[in-house]
């Protein structure tokens, strides 16, 4: 983890558990959901689940994860597939916004906690009962993940490439 980022201490639960505990919450939410919209909150919150392990150093060792390095990768001959990133830039990118703007749809956001001088001090998801951004918010958000994307294209070309 870099100097600059915090673990946040919890348990979270394995993706696999991830997916059951998504399953009920999609399945009790009024007005219901169609069953595409139910895959698409399962698929999300494994999602999340599993970008929270990695920033926590959480996630759960497996054959394809490398226990002294905390870096999923494929094989040991293959290229590194995973590298964690900070929550800073995560939110600095524009993404937390938007990741949040699809969870705000279940009730759901990605919270953080941030003291006087802007460290963040706590990572964590949680129930909402308000939904979207004003407007301003959202333009900064997409204008911060137009600049990351054409900041990172050449990269994210060479990650499909090989």
């Known amino acids: 983890m870099s100097d600059n980022t915090q673990n946040v201490s919890g348990s979270l639960p394995s993706v696999e558990k991830s997916g059951a505990i998504a399953v009920t919450i999609s399945e009790n939410v009024h007005p219901a959901l169609t069953a595409q919209e139910q895959a698409l909150f399962v698929a999300g919150f494994q999602e999340c689940i599993k970008w929270l392990s990695n920033n926590n150093h959480q996630q759960p060792i497996d054959e394809t ?55 963040i001090t706590k990572f964590y998801p949680a129930h909402c009962k308000f939904r979207g951004f004003a407007s301003k918010n959202t333009s900064e958000a997409y204008e911060k993940v137009t600049r990351h994307l054409a900041e990172r294209m050449p990269e994210l070309l060479k990650d499909i490439e090989t």
Do not use: C, Y
């Open 65 to 119: 994860t490398n226990p002294e390095s905390n870096t999923a990768t494929a094989a040991l001959d293959e290229p590194i597939m995973v590298e964690e990133k900070s929550i800073e830039e995560f939110r600095e990118a524009g993404l937390l916004l938007l990741t949040n703007q699809f969870l705000h749809i279940f009730g759901w956001a990605l919270t953080v906690n941030i003291d006087e001088d802007g460290t």
